[in-house]
């Protein structure tokens, strides 16, 4: 079957940096991308990964490994409109994403 | 990035009306639309995916019958809830793939449909 697996709530501190890990399994791999969903809203688009290594954009990074099947998103300089949930989903040979529970991410002062 | 819309973004009906979602790819022809649902503090449920010109493909456990998408044109999809009940009421998502370049899905702003 496929699966995506990403812890379900963490915790960081404003200013400080924090790194959301995502491991798949699925069928067939197109790309990995990364959402950002406020409470209430739809999720909005953070990153996409195709190629390993690191893509930086701004305060957030996202990391992809073929070979382990993982991915992490990084978050410098946090700020508390950071607090959010975090999607990872994986484009899967049929082009279709796979989605991940997602982690709700909260900012303490 | 390219934009998505959604009307309504919020619809109040009582039990047993029908309600109508549409989704439009503004700036981008989208021959694959996606419809979700998602319940407070869970993740987004696909419902549906919606190809231009043909039916619809319906994940397992969504009624046919009762979400009824219309795939009309390469910028528009809608769906609509037949008969709605309370148990209906939920968030619903759309999305539209771009095949340039990356195969993204860009999402709508969501409706949020309450059923009294």
């Known amino acids: 079957g496929q699966n995506i697996d990403q812890p379900t709530e963490m915790t960081a501190t404003e200013g400080a940096i924090v790194q959301i890990n995502c491991t798949y399994q699925?069928?067939?791999?197109?790309?990995l991308f990364w959402y950002q969903q406020h409470a209430g809203e739809a999720p909005t688009f953070l990153s996409y990964n195709v190629l390993d290594g690191l893509e930086e954009k701004g305060r957030f990074s996202s990391f992809l490994s073929r070979s382990k099947g993982y991915s992490y998103l990084l978050l410098k300089e946090l700020q508390m409109k950071d607090s959010a949930s975090y999607l990872c989903?994986?484009?899967?040979?049929?082009?279709?994403?796979?989605w991940g529970a997602g982690t709700k991410l909260i900012i303490k002062p | 990035g390219a934009v998505v819309s959604q009307h309504p973004s919020r619809v109040i009906c009582k039990s047993g009306t029908s309600v109508k979602i549409e989704c439009r790819s503004l700036?981008?022809?989208?021959?694959?639309m996606f419809w979700y649902r998602q319940f407070p503090k869970q993740s987004l449920m696909l419902m549906a995916t919606?190809?231009?010109?043909?039916?619809?493909?319906?994940e397992q456990g969504v009624e046919k019958d009762k979400f009824l998408i219309n795939h009309a044109s390469l910028t528009l999809s809608t769906l609509t809830v037949t008969s709605a009940h309370p148990e209906d009421s939920s968030f619903y998502i759309c999305?539209?793939?771009?095949?340039?370049?990356?195969?993204?899905?860009?999402f709508g702003p969501g409706t949020r449909l309450t059923v009294l």
């Open positions: 700036d981008f022809q989208a021959t694959t």
């Open positions: 989903a994986v484009l899967d040979s049929n082009y279709q994403l796979i």
């Open positions: 699925t069928s067939g791999f197109n790309g």
């Open positions: 999305s539209a793939r771009d095949p340039e370049p990356e195969n993204e899905q860009f």
């Open positions: 919606s190809n231009e010109g043909s039916k619809a493909t319906y």
